[in-house]
């Protein structure tokens, strides 16, 4: 049995206000004095991957715990292909899941590295707010 479209509504909503969240959390983190560059670019990485993870609930197309923005993308490409060529580069953003968390070898990034992470994570969200607009 599907569920029923408020339901689907509701969680994809849930969805898109984490990830809205989280992309504030990065602008604010890396605005911060001194800013806060790793924690910046983890929550620009959660913040497009919750946008995916929202327009995939939209479209009831399951999917795995994950982090791997590329996997979700691969998962959403059937349904809609213009808008997976629309944010692929925001496949760079996957190793700030997982990686950056942790102490290890991993250089701090650059403040432009961390700008650019977020203008990433912002055009996930254009795109995919707009996608979810078109099929409602």
């Not at 919750?50 to 979700?72: D, G």
Request: glycine fraction near 2%; include cysteine; charged fraction near 25%.
């Amino acid at each position: 049995m599907k569920p029923h479209k408020e339901t689907i509504d509701k969680i994809s909503a849930q969805w898109l206000l984490k990830a809205d969240q989280d992309l504030k959390a990065a602008q604010t983190l890396a605005a911060s004095e001194p800013p806060l560059l790793f924690p910046a670019c983890f929550h620009a990485q959660q913040a497009a991957e919750k946008y995916i993870k929202a327009l995939l609930t939209k479209l009831q197309i399951e999917f795995p715990k994950t982090h791997s923005i590329e996997r979700l993308i691969e998962l959403l490409h059937p349904a809609l292909p213009d808008v997976c060529s629309e944010i692929m580069e925001a496949v760079d953003l996957t190793h700030y899941g997982v990686e950056v968390r942790y102490p290890g070898d991993i250089p701090e990034p650059e403040e432009k590295e961390a700008f650019e992470a977020i203008i990433l994570a912002e055009q996930v969200r254009e795109t995919i707010t707009g996608a979810i607009t078109r099929i409602e």
